[in-house]
């Protein structure tokens, strides 16, 4: 039988389980959570010892990674109540949506043949990262109202920025070679 | 030691005496070997007082093996038995040797193995047998050195070593007959070497240019806690190169076009490091250049001179700076510390470039070419057990992606670079035809989409796998790391629960069965003493055991063991004691063994007791279970 940990990851830091979180409170946790498992501590121990606390810090690691990046944290939370967010099955969006994410992706495909592509990056990346602060605000409020369909659909609004976003620090780091 | 600290934290385990460690720096072109005494990182010196171990070895006619200064001795008289820079082959192929320039300076035996070989005197050696060598000889600095037994050494690695290297790396430790305690990435221990002036909180860069590579890295500390953001760099750039520009830069002045022996090859890059150094100190050197058999060049050489040569390399470290900047996510006004690591960073435009990149000056307070071994000892200390209310914590990332090949040759990652490690994750894969009973996988490592231009570190194939209809077998696969940045994979059949069966080919390095048998070779070489010293390490080991259980037992053994479980572990403690009184070394063996396999119910109690206090409670059953399946994969969670 495999074990579903995943439910744990929130109380694993003594965090409530919702969206909004006390990153101070996630971090400091785990630190101590570490410095007690962490295979360092354990590098004069015996096999046994080691191999458990190999599997306990990578479990810590896996949850923290989870729970730090906001995306990550909102997808993980459908998960825990059920949702999942299937991107290949599901083409339902917003027309409105999709026309920004069209006139986004050109602008993105255009940007590297400006006279100063950097500058034509910023403002889309500056753009993107007003998207993603919107959807964080929405995925809240719909998951603390226990509207799942609405924090889904968020969710996935926010992938597609998410991916613009990753295209253009890909970019940059082109033109920096 | 593990076995009390966890059982009572805050409190110090009971007395005991010091376990020496050491810190290693293997480098490209030069070791070094570092301790902590009383506290202070002291670098180990050899009989002759020195300190840096040049990283050559040399083969002689009669297997005579020579390290160190005396080794350089033979450059230029037999060149192509001595080799340096040996590190830069490190977990490397056959297919990556065309180009670099140990291709340029040595001939190879690719016919020996899965590794290029140097053809030497003595027969192929590959660059794990050569920083064996390296590390034989350190180690025997280190022995002589410290007062009591070696438990065991850090050992540091460039940032940027994929798995392979690392394996390597480890490998050569095994043959040296050295424990390794923990590979480090070697900008990591220069911060820690930094670090212990530094109790406050800030972000670090640490920009190492050694002899042959070239890391940087964005470290964040706190309060004693170091994470790794980022790591970036150039595995085949460093010093050696900016000598091979000097040459060039020679050869134009002296209006040389001719092809040098090798001989007269190593003269010149012998001149090119002096003008290097000099030019360091002083912005002008005179040359006596001595060629060829009869021509010689003299002029002067300035350090603007030296600029022009170098430049583009200097600036070609700047691409790596801007991309972990980005990687880290930081900006230049975030940082607080630049930390200046290897001898190349004494050149003036390094520093000047360095510096002016990161708008900060930077750092060099510590010597540049032993703050990497400085720091691996003071981890090394901490490791063995010697600290046990010491705060400091590493937390490390892997440098590159780990993926596997999919459909059309594509590389899907499963483990991003720079995740903190350890980490594990585990992915699905079904069949894609009726009745397939098999199931290939190619691990890779790298950043790029296309298989072809990653490493390949290992294929797989599962077997025995139920004959179904396309897509109904699923078979999990999960990758661990673990706090090396070592990787292993195991599948699970999943419907079914049964393990697959695994097929390991790794591409390069060495199998366990090659270790040993190389291990059995080296051994009967050295006879007798070998032996005497492996029996000894079996006992210490075996005292260390009996020490931790008897500890163990007396501070919480009748809290979680039944009177009969108390007993069955006594009586394997007895055991092992009678064992170790004698000299027969697989007895010896076999009695621990036993020892650890009896006892590993009352461990994993205490450890589940330890984590229930540090979990207020709460969730222990769910963490307990998770544990209890140590052999399965587990869901990842991404």
């Given amino acids: 039988m495999i074990v579903d940990f995943s439910k744990n990851h929130f109380d694993l830091f003594d965090l409530a389980q919702r969206y909004e979180l006390d990153e101070t409170q996630l971090t400091s946790k785990y630190q101590t959570l570490q410095r007690e498992l962490h295979p360092d501590r354990f590098a004069a121990a015996t096999d046994a010892e080691k191999r458990w606390s190999l599997q306990a810090a990578s479990l810590v690691n896996e949850a923290y990674q989870t729970l730090k990046h906001p995306l990550n944290r909102a997808t993980y939370l459908l998960g825990l109540n059920g949702v999942s967010v299937d991107e290949e099955t599901d083409t339902q969006m917003d027309p409105m949506f999709l ?18 592509p950097l500058k034509a990056l910023d403002s889309i990346a500056s753009e993107l990262s007003s998207g993603v602060r919107n959807c964080q605000t929405k995925f809240a409020d719909a998951a603390e109202g226990g509207d799942w369909a609405a924090a889904r659909a968020t969710v996935r609004e926010w992938q597609f920025f998410d991916k613009l976003k990753r295209e253009v620090k890909a970019i940059e780091s082109r033109l920096d070679y | 030691m593990a076995l009390l600290q966890i059982s009572e934290p805050g409190q110090a385990p009971a007395p005991h005496q010091r376990r020496d460690a050491v810190g290693i720096d293997l480098g490209t072109t030069n070791s070094l070997v570092a301790t902590l005494r009383s506290g202070t990182p002291t670098v180990l010196v050899n009989e002759a007082g020195e300190g840096s171990l040049p990283s050559v070895v040399h083969y002689g006619e009669d297997d005579s093996i020579t390290v160190g200064h005396a080794a350089q001795e033979y450059a230029v008289t037999d060149p192509m038995s001595t080799i340096r820079s040996a590190k830069r082959l490190m977990g490397k192929g056959a297919d990556d040797l065309p180009g670099t320039w140990l291709s340029d300076h040595y001939n190879f035996d690719l016919t020996s193995g899965p590794m290029p070989a140097f053809a030497t005197n003595a027969g192929p050696k590959t660059a794990i047998d050569v920083s064996a060598a390296l590390l034989k000889e350190l180690k025997a600095i280190a022995e002589k050195s410290v007062s009591g037994e070696l438990v065991g050494a850090v050992i540091t690695v460039p940032a940027y070593f994929d798995d392979a290297q690392r394996q390597a790396t480890k490998d050569a430790a095994s043959l040296a007959g050295l424990s390794v305690l923990r590979l480090i990435n070697e900008p990591t221990a220069a911060a820690l070497a930094y670090g212990l002036d530094a109790n406050d909180s800030g972000t670090v860069v640490v920009y190492d ?15 004693g806690l170091f994470e790794v953001l980022a790591t970036a760099g150039n595995t085949a750039l460093g010093g050696d190169d900016f000598d091979e520009a000097i040459v060039s830069m020679l050869c134009e002045l002296a209006s040389f076009s001719g092809e040098l022996s090798s001989g007269a090859q190593r003269r010149a890059l012998q001149t090119a490091r002096q003008v290097k150094e000099t030019l360091s100190e002083q912005e002008s050197v005179s040359v006596d250049w001595h060629i060829e058999a009869e021509t010689h060049w003299s002029g002067t050489i300035t350090r603007e001179q030296l600029n022009n040569a170098i430049s583009a390399l200097v600036d070609q470290t700047l691409t790596p700076c801007r991309r972990v900047l980005r990687d880290a996510d930081i900006e230049k006004s975030d940082i607080r510390a630049v930390v200046m690591v290897g001898g190349s960073t004494r050149v003036p435009l390094v520093r000047d470039r360095v510096s002016e990149f990161f708008e900060q000056p930077v750092l060099t307070s510590i010597n540049p070419d032993e703050v990497v071994a400085i720091g691996a000892a003071i981890q090394a200390d901490v490791l063995a057990g010697n600290k046990p209310d010491n705060d400091l914590l590493l937390l490390d990332v892997i440098p590159l992606s780990l993926g596997l090949e999919t459909m059309g040759g594509l590389a899907e990652k499963i483990i991003p670079r720079n995740t903190t490690i350890p980490i594990a994750r585990a992915q699905e894969f079904t069949t894609y035809k009726d009745s397939q009973t098999a199931l290939a996988l190619h691990v890779v490592q790298g950043e790029r989409e296309l298989v072809a231009d990653c490493r390949s570190l290992a294929r797989f194939e599962l077997t025995g796998l139920p004959p179904r209809v396309a897509g109904a077998v699923r078979v ?67 005292q260390r055991v009996i020490e931790a259980i008897d500890s163990a037992l007396r501070a ?82 991404d």
Avoid: C, W
């Fill in chain 2, 556 to 637: 919480d053994g009748d809290i979680h063991l039944s009177s009969e479980e108390r007993a069955a572990i006594d009586e394997l403690i007895d055991n092992l004691k009678n064992s170790v009184k004698g000299d027969d070394s697989a007895a010896i063996k076999l009695a621990q063994e036993s020892l650890e396999k009896g006892s590993s119910n009352f461990v994993e109690r205490r450890m589940n007791a330890s984590v229930k206090h540090l979990m207020a409670g709460q969730h222990v059953d769910a963490v307990a279970a998770q544990l209890e399946e140590s052999e399965k994969p587990q869901d990842a969670n």
């Fill in chain 2, 476 to 542: 999990q696969v999960l990758f661990q790391v673990d706090a090396d940045g070592l990787l292993t994979v195991s599948a699970l059949e999943k419907d079914s629960g049964n393990l697959a069966s695994i097929d390991v080919k790794p591409s390069y390095g060495l199998s366990d069965g090659e270790i040993e048998s190389m291990l059995q070779a080296s051994m009967d070489n050295a006879a007798g003493d070998m032996q005497q010293r492996l029996l000894q390490e079996q006992k210490v080991d075996a």
């Fill in chain 2, 209 to 223: 240019l050694g002899g042959g590579t070239f890391d940087i890295s964005v470290l964040k500390m706190q309060r």
């Fill in chain 1, 99 to 116: 026309m920004q994410q069209m006139e986004l992706r050109e602008a993105l495909g255009d940007a590297e043949a400006t006279p100063d």
